[in-house]
């Protein structure tokens, strides 16, 4: 059974805004870390990568380097999400968006998917050139 539920994918052109929403239990903020893992159609399950991480109990936030300057994760513990807006979206960032979380910090290992208990079913973004 899912925890985390994923909106906000779609289509949008090279250069677009998208913004991810996960929907997750209130009892995780504060506790866990959340963010987003994405896995392009040509990778394995276990290649998916990791793009932002916050641990909702200190605001620290990790992100992968393609995502640094155009995409940021913010938390709203009074709405449990935490989303991400990306900015001048490229056809390389066409993939399925996972939120993922566990508890305590994300630590060192924040870009290891297999430091994730949960994930959501994942919401799809295409990036057309």
């Known amino acids: 059974q899912f925890q985390l539920y994923e909106s906000g994918g779609g289509s949008v052109q090279a250069g677009g805004s998208l913004t991810l929403s996960c929907r997750a239990p209130g009892s995780f903020f504060g506790s866990h870390c959340i963010g987003w893992f994405r896995q392009t159609s040509g990778e394995k399950r276990e290649e998916r990568e990791a793009?932002?991480?916050?641990?909702?109990?200190?605001?620290?936030?990790d992100y992968a380097s393609f995502a640094k300057g155009r995409f940021t994760i913010l938390q709203d513990p009074a709405k449990n999400t935490v989303t991400l807006q990306m900015n001048n979206l490229k056809p390389e960032d066409t993939a399925k968006y996972y939120c993922v979380a566990d508890w305590g910090h994300c630590g060192s290992n924040w870009w290891y998917q297999g430091s994730y208990a949960f994930w959501g079913q994942g919401t799809l973004v295409t990036v057309s050139s």
């Open positions: 793009v932002a991480t916050v641990y909702t109990g200190t605001g620290i936030i």
